[in-house]
Nanobody, 128 residues
Framework: QVQLVESGGGLTQTGDSLRLSCAVS??????????VAWFRQAPGKEREFVAA????????YYADSAKGRFVVSRDNDKKTVYLQMNSLKPEDTAVYYC???????????????????WGQGTHVTVSS
């Protein structure tokens, strides 16, 4: 059974930092084969792409809103992907989800519905 478990969310203040984790288990293939993307959904808004890490040591990708503030990284031994979020703003308040797809991340960024597995999300609230 594949599980993606996000953690690290919480209540914080403008300008603070948080590091989200996405721990993955149960995949049929090597974790390094999977691209991992972070999305978020704020109350009353549609889900949006935040950042992604390509498979096999590939590129990283960022939404404009995340560039310069967020950093995505992974530890293949721990089967975990991280999202370091710095200089947080109230508009970063959302539920953050991770999603994976083998041999793909650009496709997931373009169309999240093609992701193979999703986590349940972790809440991030940034107060002003």
């Amino acid at each position: 059974q594949v599980q993606l478990v996000e953690s690290g969310g919480g209540l914080t203040q403008t300008g603070d930092s948080l590091r989200l984790s996405c721990a993955v288990s149960g995949l049929a293939f090597a974790f390094s084969d999977y691209g991992v993307a972070w999305f978020r959904q704020a109350p009353g808004k549609e889900r949006e792409f935040v950042a992604a890490d390509g498979w096999g040591g590939g590129d990283t990708y960022y939404a404009d809103s995340a560039k310069g503030r967020f950093v995505v990284s992974r530890d293949n031994d721990k089967k975990t992907v991280y999202l370091q979020m710095n200089s947080l703003k109230p508009e970063d308040t959302a539920v953050y989800y991770c999603a994976v797809k083998r041999w793909g991340v650009a496709q997931v960024i373009a169309d999240p519905t093609v992701a193979t597995y999703w986590g349940q999300g972790t809440h991030v609230t940034v107060s002003s």
